[in-house]
Structures are given as structure tokens and as C-alpha cells.
């Protein structure tokens, strides 16, 4: 079984540029998280779909942040226009249902650095 | 607002040696805590705790939970250099439909 696939591995991007990363979940899973970690602090989540729907979008910093799932599969974070304190690891993960456990499962991340 | 402490950030133990990772936490409306590893990329499953008392086994790997007292710890016993890695305490609870993690255990085993 493939696991969460994200891209790129790592981005570096001017102050003002805009990213989008991609998150391809466990096939089947309808349940897709996105969590950031920034240096120095603690992995934060930041949103969760069901399918294609947001159903909890609390920990999304602010209004440069876009999350789309289109088609309930694989997802999109934009970043527009970045900020230097936008740097991080930005993880993904997805489960088959909302338990978490062993089915929880993460991407390798993928790191921004904006300059 | 909810809360994960872990401690020690970091660890430097010799191979052979036992060690304890410790992880305290405040969450409303607590559901279970989960231990990852993450060594160089994605942090992977290692236990899903939602009972007191009970202690979760695999191989020199070990975990327990009070939820009384509000904290988990994660023992290994007889390291191995393979141990090296971050290990991340999570909780689920709270308001938020994601995990409240904690900044992590940095652990090396030196040979």
C-alpha cells in the first residue's frame, strides 16, 4: 500500500511569492489532516477534511492560507502571498475513519523556506 | 487552551542503557494519546493509549497512561543505536478535530 505522498520535499520561495503544496492520501482514506511545524515549537494542526468538505478549519493561521480537496483525493495548501514566519515542515496525514491509532497516518513533510 | 509537555527535549544515553520519555498534557474532553517515532521524515505509529493502567508492549518498547495524574510515559529498554530519533507524544481531545502534540523528546543512542 502507497502511503501519504506530499510534494515538493522541500521549497524555497522569496517573501511575497506564492507556494502550493500537495498532499496525495492513502487511497481510500476520506479523512485528510494538514499540520504545520515551525522551528522551534510543536507540530500544530491546522485543518481536516472529510471527503471534500472542510470540517474543521480552527488551526489555519490566517486568511493566506488555502486549502482545497477537490474531488474528495488528493489536496492543495496554498500559501499566497508568503511571510518569512511561514517557514516550516508542513506534514500531512489521513485515516480511513476519524479513529485515530494505527490507521493515522502521516506524510515525510514538506519543508518551506521562505526567505 | 489545550496543552502537551514533554520532557526531556533531549536525551543522549549510551547503547544498553533503559530510558524514559515522560509526557504531560491538558485537554478538555480527552479521547486517547498516541506515541510517534520520527526519524528523519514522517513521525510513524508506535502506541494509542486510551485506558489507564494498562501498559501497551512491543518488543523493548513500552507505554503506560494515568489519566488521573494527566501524563504517559514511554520506557525502552536495552537501546540500540536504531533508537535514535524524535519521539512525539499526541493527544486527541479538545476542541479541534486534529492531534495536540508536544515538541518532542530528542533521544541518541550513542554506540
Known amino acids: 500500500e502507497a502511503g501519504v505522498t506530499q510534494f515538493p520535499s522541500h521549497s524555497v520561495i522569496e517573501k511575497g511569492q506564492t507556494v502550493t503544496l500537495r498532499c496525495d492520501p492513502i487511497?481510500?482514506?476520506?479523512?485528510l489532516y494538514w499540520y504545520r511545524r515551525v522551528m522551534g515549537k510543536e507540530i500544530k494542526f491546522l485543518l481536516h477534511?472529510?471527503?471534500?468538505?472542510?470540517?474543521?478549519e480552527s488551526g489555519m493561521p490566517n486568511n493566506r492560507f488555502l486549502a482545497e480537496r477537490t474531488g474528495g483525493t488528493y489536496s492543495t495548501l496554498k500559501v499566497q502571498p508568503a511571510e518569512l514566519e511561514d517557514s516550516g515542515v508542513y506534514f500531512c496525514?489521513?485515516?480511513?475513519?476519524?479513529?485515530?491509532?494505527?490507521?493515522?497516518?502521516f506524510g515525510s513533510g514538506t519543508r518551506l523556506t521562505v526567505v | 487552551e489545550d496543552k502537551v509537555v514533554q520532557s526531556p527535549l533531549s536525551l543522549v544515553v549510551h547503547e544498553g542503557d533503559t530510558v524514559t520519555l515522560n509526557c504531560s498534557y491538558e485537554v478538555t474532553n480527552f479521547r486517547s494519546l498516541l506515541w510517534y517515532k520520527q526519524e528523519k521524515k514522517a513521525p510513524t505509529f508506535l502506541f494509542m493509549l486510551?485506558?489507564?493502567?494498562i501498559e501497551k508492549k512491543s518488543g523493548r518498547l513500552s507505554s503506560i497512561l494515568d489519566k488521573k495524574e494527566l501524563f504517559s510515559i514511554l520506557n525502552i529498554t536495552a537501546t540500540q543505536t536504531g533508537d535514535s530519533a524524535v519521539y512525539l507524544c499526541?493527544?486527541?481531545?479538545?476542541?479541534?478535530?486534529?492531534?495536540?502534540f508536544g515538541k518532542g523528546t530528542h533521544l541518541i543512542i550513542q554506540p
Open positions: 499526541a493527544v486527541s481531545g479538545g476542541g479541534a478535530d486534529g492531534l495536540t
Open positions: 496525514a489521513s485515516s480511513q475513519d476519524r479513529v485515530m491509532g494505527r490507521g493515522y497516518t
Open positions: 487511497s481510500g482514506h476520506d479523512n
Open positions: 477534511f472529510v471527503k471534500e468538505s472542510k470540517q474543521d
Open positions: 486510551t485506558s489507564s493502567g
